[in-house]
């Protein structure tokens, strides 16, 4: 079955600077999906990566996509408070959408 | 237009009874998924619907908990015989078709006492 690998689990960082979260998965997947979750509230779609070397920007947050190395990336530019939120990683595994642990950031001043 | 919703959205219950939890997707959404969210966590898969067919049902932890979306649209999740160790966030997300991203509802938060 897919395992969802992210890391790290923990990010603190400083408003201003640059920070890149990592999402490795276990077996060939196509797609993979992010998502960002608020404290408390439910879940909001950020990316949908759907072929190898696929790049999407919104904003502050660049996301990638390596079939080939099993591995996405999620890239922050210049961290604002807004962006404090938990972000997981999601793959496609048959019919499942399996998630990572999840990334908590929070960006402080 | 109206987002993914779910009902009740707490729901306290006594261990033993049973518990019934409504998704209304999107409008025109083929897919249909079921989640258990811990704290802390991220969602774990529980079941998944193309129109009113289920398609997956492998992470439904055993045979208390079944899942129904007869038209193809409303799905609910019953759980039988509630246990102290049901207590979660359950979600519900739908989507356009299963490669599209998900759109998820606010979730019911059960505990079972």
């Known amino acids: 079955e897919l395992k969802v690998e992210q890391n790290p689990l923990f990010l603190s960082m400083q408003e201003g600077k640059n920070y890149t979260i990592y999402c490795n998965y276990s077996t060939t997947s196509d797609r993979l999906y992010w998502y960002r979750q608020d404290p408390g509230k439910s879940l909001e779609s950020l990316f949908v990566?759907?072929?190898?070397?696929a790049v999407k920007q919104e904003g502050r947050l660049m996301a990638s996509l390596d079939t080939k190395a099993r591995l996405s990336t999620l890239h922050i530019t210049a961290a604002v408070h807004d962006l404090s939120a938990t972000y997981f990683c999601?793959?496609?595994?048959?019919?499942?959408?399996?998630f990572g642990p999840g990334t908590s950031l929070s960006v402080i001043p | 237009g109206a987002g993914v919703s779910q009902s009740p959205r707490y729901k306290v219950t006594k261990r033993g009874q049973d518990v019934a939890l409504r998704c209304d997707p999107i409008s025109g959404h083929v897919s249909l998924y079921w989640y258990r969210q811990a704290l802390g966590q991220g969602p774990e898969f529980l079941t998944y619907f193309n129109y009113e067919a289920q398609q997956d049902k492998s992470g439904l932890p055993n045979d208390r908990f079944s899942a129904e979306r007869p038209e193809g649209s409303i799905s609910t999740l019953t759980i039988q015989r509630t246990e102290q160790r049901d207590s979660a966030m359950y979600r519900c997300a739908s989507s356009l078709d299963a490669q599209y991203e998900q759109y998820f509802g606010p979730g019911t938060r059960l505990t079972v006492t």
């Open positions: 990566l759907l072929s190898n070397g």
């Open positions: 999601a793959g496609p595994y048959y019919d499942k959408v399996i």
